[in-house]
């Protein structure tokens, strides 16, 4: 069982409003990522990070931003939301380095901007 | 990167086996082949995952092309809790998207 963890499940929020979404792992994993995903829609990666002080973007251009102060820790920010931000975001971490390397998922945090 | 190609959605009987086939003809030689499922309002799980030997584990068995040009994920016995988007993902580990999911295949299974 994947001991990851992502709050809030929804949110509901208006434009302008400055939003962080949290994720949060305890299998001291190095390597952790957010994906965005759209209704039936494939999952695009927006940010990763190799381990603390590491963020890099991923291949879908995002306004969020990333930070990485703890291994356990990789919270999502929006400055500014706006109604295009509205989507479900992932967020999953793996076991990176090994040959066997997975990746496990949070439930999702599903974001209505109105 | 390396893409998979899968049919948009299959269907099956309940306790029936089920094959979802997976091509990957760009596959290069260090990538690895992964299977994860999604169920509805989840984020996806693990399946399985191979390099060139046929695998099994408790949920599935994984079945792999000589060529490694294609794979097939294999239910043994369909339940209605299999019912879910499968991603079939090529992994090339120690870069940086290595585990890119394209749309997958739908799978309806029929009580």
């Known amino acids: 069982e994947a001991d990851i963890y992502q709050t809030p499940r929804y949110l509901v929020i208006g434009t302008g409003k400055k939003i962080t979404l949290e994720c949060s792992q305890t299998?001291?994993?190095?390597?952790m990522y957010w994906y965005q995903q759209d209704p039936g829609m494939e999952l695009h990666l927006i940010h990763y990070?190799?381990?603390?002080?590491?963020?890099e973007k991923g291949d879908l251009s995002s306004e969020s931003t990333v930070s990485r102060i703890r291994t356990e820790h990789f919270p999502l920010t929006l400055e500014s939301a706006r109604p295009s931000h509205t989507s479900q975001y992932l967020c999953?971490?793996?076991?990176?380095?090994?040959?066997?390397?997975?990746?496990?998922f949070g439930s999702g945090t599903q974001l209505s901007v109105l | 990167d390396a893409k998979t190609t899968q049919p948009n959605s299959m269907e099956s009987n309940e306790e029936e086996p089920v094959h979802l086939p997976c091509n990957h003809s760009?596959?290069?030689?260090?990538?690895?082949i992964h299977w994860y499922r999604q169920l509805p309002s989840q984020g996806p799980e693990y399946v399985i995952h191979?390099?060139?030997s046929n695998v099994n584990n408790r949920m599935a068995s994984l079945a792999i092309a000589e060529d490694r040009k294609s794979s097939t994920l294999i239910l043994h016995r369909a339940t209605l809790r299999d019912a879910a988007v499968y991603y079939c993902?090529?992994?090339?580990?120690?870069?940086?998207?290595?585990?890119?999911f394209g749309t997958g295949t739908s799978l309806t299974v029929i009580p």
């Open positions: 299998m001291g994993h190095d390597k």
């Open positions: 191979g390099l060139t």
């Open positions: 999953a971490s793996s076991d990176a380095g090994t040959a066997n390397e997975k990746l496990f």
């Open positions: 993902i090529l992994s090339r580990p120690n870069t940086g998207n290595q585990f890119y």
């Open positions: 760009t596959i290069s030689g260090t990538d690895y």
């Open positions: 990070s190799y381990g603390v002080n590491s963020t």
